[in-house]
């Protein structure tokens, strides 16, 4: 995954944020839904690039750690968290063959997919926790060049989740425009 690392780290250097500094509308709409649900307020963001998901959970009473491959979307996060007056936990790691050695009360996935990891994130669940599943799926309205292995099929996301110990709480498939994607929220056991 090296070369991932390679890719990411040059998108990150760009001046600006690459995908902005608000968070994810879908994590946005529902975070008084997640509050309600979350047993408790220990979050981990999968792929946190820049981390606009991280802080936006930090200012919404998380304690956050947020993980990913890219030196500089992390070093970009933590100055945003620390201008914000935020403390995160912002680590480095290769998600490929990564194995949660934590507990959690909310994972979440967005714009990223590794399907050996799924379970592991539900393993990783406290009882009761929740995990948000929102990435690119694959469509003739897809735009760009995507490695088809890192796009779901329509319809895999819940049937991924469905056998898994747990509920599915919530999920849709957007089929239209530039970046179609299906949107998933899982409650463990």
Known sequence: ?????????????????YH??????????RI??????????RAL?????????????????YIVTGLDISGEGLAKAARRAAAEGLAIDFRRVDLEGY?????????INFNFLLRDLIPKMVAALNP??????????????LAGTHNPAFLLQPGELRRIF???????????????????TARLIFQGH
Request: aromatic share 10%.
């Open 128 to 141: 009761g926790g929740v995990i948000v599943f929102d990435t690119i799926l694959a469509t003739p309205a």
């Open 45 to 61: 963001d999968l792929a946190c690039g820049e981390g606009r998901n991280s802080i936006f959970l930090a200012h919404n009473g």
């Open 99 to 107: 194995g949660f050695e934590e507990r959690w009360d909310l994972i």
């Open 20 to 29: 902005g500094a608000a968070p994810s509308p879908f994590l946005a709409e």
């Open 162 to 180: 469905c056998r898994l110990p747990g509920t599915i709480l919530y999920d849709e498939e957007c089929h239209e425009g530039p970046a179609p």
């Open 1 to 17: 995954m090296q070369e991932d690392g390679a890719k990411w780290n040059e998108r990150y250097a760009q001046a600006g944020l």
């Open 32 to 41: 008084g839904f997640l509050a309600f649900l979350t047993p408790g307020r």
